[in-house]
């Protein structure tokens, strides 16, 4: 069904914390960062199909930081692509909601990703293809900013620079952190703007918070003619759960039982938008 942004933005963020609770799954900081970014994009501007999830005219989007696909599937699952009630199966055995995003039978998911660095090249490849059989859909990636150490990152962005592919939008999820330690202590990005900028890239660096913020980056990207452009969605790792933002600690935590789970609802239950539900609540 179709929601304001702001309300699937919210109910992301719940799914993702059940879903990692129940499963004992990892990434909830991750889940909690992307969280705007793919709200938007599937509220407001991607051309999408629930009751044809493969029509050739839909937008591709792929998740390149595949480790938070538990926000994928709460956006498929409350834009009609399959029942939330399938969430709660998410990273359990027997389920096709696996932990890194999955396309194997999942309506909605163009490519599965887990292994960093994929997404962009793949994305390229997608986007070449619109161009040569004159299609119209857009193809976007949503990327971590730490897998953009990878060099398959770098090669995918010379290729979509020298091909023109204005029908291709990157989206990284800049929230400064990787695995272990912030990004500037692993493998220096700055000054990233600068990086794309000389690859040729139409780059917008914007709050990736901000839903107009977002919105106007997207619509901007999609008007722009003879480049791709890449859109750095400055977030904050953990977003909206004040005990794990900007904490390391939490990309390969779940929130546990007791006053880990029950601190992170009951400031969740505090920023919930105007009409929403919680799914969960009996």
């Known amino acids: ?5 702001e309300a699937l933005a919210w109910l992301i963020r719940r799914h993702g914390i059940e879903m990692t609770h129940l499963s004992g799954g990892s990434h909830i900081a991750s889940i909690l960062s992307v ?12 051309n999408v199909f629930p009751t044809a999830p493969s029509c050739d005219e839909r937008d591709r989007i792929i998740l390149s930081k595949g480790h938070a696909g538990a926000a994928i599937y709460a956006a498929l699952a409350e834009r009609g692509f399959f029942d939330t009630e399938e969430l709660k199966t998410h990273y359990q055995n027997g389920s096709r909601l696996s932990g890194h995003v999955s396309h194997k039978g999942v309506p909605g998911v163009d490519f599965s990703t887990g292994s960093l660095g ?6 390229a490849g ?20 730490g897998e953009c150490d990878e060099g398959s990152v770098w090669e995918a962005a010379l290729v979509a620079h020298h091909y023109r592919l204005d029908n291709l939008i990157a989206i990284v999820d800049h929230n400064k952190m990787q695995s272990l330690d912030f990004c ?27 839903h107009s913020e977002l919105r106007r980056a997207f619509e901007d990207a999609l008007g722009s003619k003879g480049a791709p452009s890449v859109i750095i969605a400055n977030t904050v790792k953990g977003k909206g759960i004040s005990f794990m933002e900007n904490d390391i600690l939490w990309h390969y935590r779940f929130p546990h039982d007791g006053e880990e789970y029950d601190g992170a609802l ?13 799914p969960y609540e009996k």
Request: zero cysteines.
């Open 1 to 5: 069904m179709k929601m304001n942004s």
């Open 35 to 46: 969280a705007d970014i793919i709200a938007v994009l599937y509220a407001d501007i991607a």
């Open 118 to 123: 994929h997404g962009l090249p793949v994305g």
């Open 126 to 145: 997608m986007a070449m293809a619109a161009k040569k059989d004159s299609k119209s859909f857009k193809t976007f990636v949503i990327l971590g900013d």
């Open 184 to 210: 500037e202590n692993t493998i220096k990005l700055s000054p990233f703007a600068d990086k794309w900028k000389a690859f040729g890239w139409n780059v917008y660096d914007i709050d990736g918070h901000s």
């Open 266 to 278: 009951k400031e969740l239950h505090g920023s919930m938008p105007p009409g929403v539900v919680d």
